[in-house]
């Protein structure tokens, strides 16, 4: 028997040759963050890609046109650049005409869903999952972060990070969960006088 709902994560190259990869991604935004940033973002863009089950996510000032333009490029040129390539992205309903030409220029084909239809944008179970995991950073931070500092926050939200990056070198980067204090030690010779 054929083992039923299974995702099997293969390079992008191997799109055409699996019928099983989709070549989808999906996008969309969860409501405003309900404080401002330092750098006065307002917003989040989601991208949720379904091959790999990698969720990106960036902070954005606004609604406006121009914002989701920039989002959708850092969003979809990250994947890029990191040898994956897409057929087809869903879409919220809320577009421009300056967005729908940045994701024609990428050669994608693009859907809408249709008003009160959510089942249809992967993205929506994405945005719940990013939620879930960011507000767990937000409360693992110590209580002196700033709360309006969250945008910085964001790069290490992100899922998935083997399938896209690569495997992390814990001994060239040491890391400490997000938002907490360290303690570091600096030899006398590297500290100013």
Same mark, same amino acid.
């Given at each position: 028997m054929?083992?039923?709902?299974?995702?099997?994560?293969?390079?992008?190259?191997?799109?055409?040759?699996?019928?099983?990869?989709?070549?989808?991604?999906?996008?969309?935004?969860?409501?405003?963050?309900?404080?401002?940033?330092?750098?006065?973002?307002?917003?989040?863009?989601?991208?949720? =890609?379904f091959?790999?089950?990698?969720?990106?996510?960036?902070?954005?000032?606004?609604?406006?046109?121009?914002?989701?333009?920039?989002?959708?490029?850092?969003?979809?040129?990250?994947?890029?650049?990191?040898?994956?390539?897409?057929?087809?992205?869903?879409?919220?309903?809320?577009v421009?005409?300056?967005?729908?030409?940045?994701?024609?220029?990428?050669?994608?084909?693009?859907?809408?869903?249709?008003?009160?239809?959510?089942?249809?944008?992967?993205?929506?179970?994405?945005?719940?999952?990013?939620?879930?995991?960011?507000?767990?950073?937000?409360?693992?931070? =110590?209580?002196?972060?700033?709360?309006?500092?969250?945008?910085?926050?964001?790069?290490?939200?992100?899922?998935?990070?083997?399938?896209?990056?690569?495997?992390?070198?814990?001994?060239?980067?040491?890391?400490?969960?997000?938002?907490c204090?360290?303690?570091?030690?600096?030899?006398?010779?590297?500290?100013?006088?």
């Open positions: 054929i083992r039923k709902n299974l995702r099997y994560i293969v390079d992008a190259k191997d799109t055409a040759a699996n019928p099983q990869l989709k070549s989808l991604i999906a996008s969309n935004f969860p409501g405003r963050y309900p404080i401002t940033s330092s750098r006065d973002h307002k917003y989040i863009f989601v991208m949720y =890609d091959d790999a089950n990698y969720i990106n996510a960036v902070p954005i000032k606004s609604r406006k046109s121009c914002e989701l333009v920039r989002g959708f490029k850092e969003c979809y040129g990250t994947l890029k650049k990191n040898g994956l390539a897409f057929r087809l992205l869903r879409l919220d309903k809320e421009s005409k300056e967005l729908i030409a940045s994701i024609e220029n990428n050669d994608l084909v693009y859907q809408l869903a249709s008003p009160g239809d959510h089942r249809l944008n992967d993205a929506e179970r994405a945005i719940q999952t990013f939620k879930a995991h960011f507000i767990t950073i937000r409360s693992g931070a =110590d209580p002196d972060f700033p709360g309006n500092c969250w945008n910085l926050l964001m790069e290490q939200a992100v899922s998935a990070y083997t399938r896209i990056y690569g495997a992390l070198d814990f001994n060239k980067t040491p890391l400490t969960p997000e938002g204090k360290v303690i570091v030690h600096h030899r006398i010779d590297d500290r100013g006088r």
